[in-house]
């Protein structure tokens, strides 16, 4: 066993990761709180982390007591613009001064402007499947930036497009709920929508911010094939791979949108990102499969080795990030990339704190090829609401306990403090924490 301090680029990003319906609680017009109502999600998302009624506040000391000095938030469109026709001030006031207090914690705020969550008239009008959201959604970018300028000039557009119409659209287990054949194409139109949407809201952004930094969050899920010798699973990896992943950043590289139902021209887009958002998460092992024709007759899952969270949700696999990283600088050559989410579900912190320190070893592997890494965002600062999963799993630092809204301290928070006091990790750290991958981590 070697001892040794690995370290970052001075001035590197520290953070967490947070949503908005996830975080606010009484989020009451947006098609998530009708999905909610339908009973379609396993719990109610209800007071949530009660950040709405000011418990962001402490949350913030939280983190800036802890050493971070950054965190992504998202806002929430349905609270800015309740009906079409009519903005509230009061809570723009109110995101104003969460931003205000982040700024005056030392924590910079990274803005996501739409985390799945939609406005309920716009729910109703078919969400991202009609093109009119284009103008609607820079519309309200518009409004947003101006109001929030101020205090921040980092901005990401859209989180994880791919999820959202993957969820939404193809799995059904998010709001619309649609899927099959139909819900393929509507799929591809909301993809292109969003692209369009992200397009746009860029333009604006540096319009209003000539000094903005705009980019979008990337759900990124590197893939392999479960048996070399199969050429049905080097294809089905394939498919997947691309079809899951791709649609974002081969436009954004090419102004092409590929999909399996056909390629669209979105020139546009081409080149409109100052960074890449890149959530990491888990690596998939791809199989054919005879019998799952609704997956396109692939299965996707973890190895049955694997270190897996709690509910089996993610695999803990470090150097998943450190390629997915690698692929990002291949793809796009110089621009910077910021970690925009990377975390584990586990109510124990019995699998966290390892998962943190591998996958931060990882993120330093690639600063040492001279990456440009520029952050990385834990997903999440405080146990909060899981979408259809409800409360079923807990990615907080914090745990949370969702009667009595008392934070539990798990070891990680310590873990995360240390890490982002010394801008980098040490054996000694990996000791104290997680002793159990300290040999694997820091051989000699
Ligand atoms: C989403 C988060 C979510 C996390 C864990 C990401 O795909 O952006 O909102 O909480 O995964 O499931």
Redesign the pocket.
Known sequence: MAEATIHFPKGFLWGCAT?AH?VEGNNTNNNWYYWEEQGRTRHKAGLACDWWGGRWREDMDRAAETGQNTHRLSIEWSRIQPTPDRWDEDALERYRAMLRGMNERGITPLVTLH??SDPLWLFEQDSWENETVVPLFEKYVRKAVEALKEYTNLWCTI??PN?YALNGYVAGDFPTGKSGHKGMNLAMRVLVNMLRAHAAAYKAIHEIQREARVGY?L?YRPMVAARSWMPLDALMRNIQYKGINMAFPTALRTGVMQSPLGNVRVPEVKGLQDYLGL?Y?SVDTVKFDLFNPKELFARRYYPAHADLSATK?IANIPEGLFDSLQWAVKTYPDLPIIIT?N?V?DPDDRIRPRYLAQHIQQVWRAVNFNWPVKGYYH??LID?F??ERGWT?R?GLWGLDVETQARIRRPSVDLYAEICRENGLSSEMVRKYAPEVLEKMFPG
């Open positions: 949503a996830q985390h799945f989180n994880e999820v969050a759900h959530n998460y949700f989410e975390g579900e997903w999440s909060n899981e979408w799993q990615f």
